[in-house]
C-alpha cells in the first residue's frame, strides 16, 4: 500500500516568496494533519482536517500560512510571503478516524525540508 | 495546557542491553498515548498505541506502560539491535478538545545502539 506521499521533498528559496508543499493521504483516510518539526520546538501541528474541513488550526503561526484541502486525496499547505524562521521540516499524516474515543494511529510522509534563505 | 516531556534527550547503549525510555505528561485526562519511531530524514512510524483504560501494550522486543494517573510512560526495548538505532517519541492525546485527533509531542529520545 502507498503511504503518505508529500512533495517536494526538499524546498530552497528566498524571502518572500510563495511556497506551497502537497500531500497525498493514504486512500481511505478521512482525517490528514499538517505539522512542523524543529530543533527548538520539536513537532507541532498546524491544523488538521475531517472529511476535508479544517477542524482545528489554532497551530497555524500567521495570516502568511495558508492551507487547503479540495479533495479527498489532496491538500497544500501554502507560505505566502515566506521568511527565513519558516525554515523547518513539515510533514503531512493521515489517519481513519473513527469518532469519538476512536483510536488510529496516525501516518507519516517523509516530510518536505524547507529552507527560506 | 497540556506538555509531554521525554528524558533523557539522547541515550547510548551496547547492542543486547535492554533499556527503558521515558515520557511524562502533565494532564491525565487522555484518550490515548502513542510512540513513534523516527529515522533520519524520514517521517514517524506508530510503533505502539496505549488506550487510556489500558495498562500496557506489546509488539515484539517492545513493550509500552502508561500509567495515567502519575502521567508516565514507558517504552521497553529488549535485547536491543543497531537497528533499533532512531530518535523515539511519544505524544498523547488529549480529552477535553471536543473529540479533536490532536497529538501534543514530546521532543524525543534518540537512541543509538553501539555493536
Known amino acids: 500500500d502507498a503511504g503518505v506521499i508529500q512533495s517536494p521533498r526538499h524546498e530552497v528559496t528566498e524571502m518572500g516568496q510563495e511556497v506551497t508543499l502537497r500531500c497525498k493521504p493514504i486512500?481511505?483516510?478521512?482525517?490528514l494533519f499538517w505539522y512542523r518539526q524543529t530543533m527548538m520546538r520539536g513537532l507541532e501541528l498546524l491544523i488538521y482536517f475531517n472529511n476535508n474541513v479544517p477542524i482545528d488550526d489554532s497551530g497555524m503561526p500567521e495570516d502568511r500560512f495558508s492551507a487547503k484541502m479540495p479533495n479527498a486525496s489532496f491538500s497544500t499547505l501554502k507560505i505566502q510571503p515566506s521568511e527565513p524562521r519558516d525554515s523547518a521540516v513539515y510533514f503531512c499524516?493521515?489517519?481513519?478516524?473513527?469518532?469519538?474515543?476512536?483510536?488510529?494511529?496516525?501516518?507519516f510522509g517523509d516530510g518536505t525540508r524547507l529552507s527560506i534563505l | 495546557k497540556q506538555e509531554v516531556t521525554q528524558i533523557p534527550a539522547a541515550l547510548s547503549v551496547p547492542e543486547g542491553e535492554n533499556l527503558v525510555l521515558n515520557c511524562s505528561f502533565t494532564d491525565s485526562a487522555i484518550y490515548n498515548l502513542q510512540w513513534f519511531r523516527q529515522d533520519p530524514g524520514k517521517g514517524l512510524t506508530s510503533l505502539l498505541l496505549?488506550?487510556?483504560?489500558?495498562r500496557e501494550q506489546t509488539s515484539g522486543r517492545l513493550n509500552a506502560s502508561l500509567d495515567k494517573s502519575s502521567g508516565r510512560s514507558t517504552l521497553y526495548i529488549a535485547a536491543s539491535q543497531p537497528g533499533d538505532s532512531a530518535t523515539y517519541l511519544c505524544?498523547?492525546?488529549?480529552?477535553?478538545?471536543?473529540?479533536?485527533?490532536?497529538?501534543?509531542f514530546g521532543k524525543g529520545t534518540k537512541l543509538t545502539v553501539n555493536p
Open positions: 496505549i488506550q487510556s483504560s489500558q
Open positions: 505524544a498523547v492525546r488529549p480529552l477535553g478538545q471536543g473529540g479533536s485527533e490532536k497529538l501534543v
Open positions: 486512500s481511505g483516510h478521512n482525517s
Open positions: 499524516a493521515s489517519s481513519y478516524y473513527v469518532g469519538g474515543r476512536g483510536n488510529q494511529p496516525q501516518h
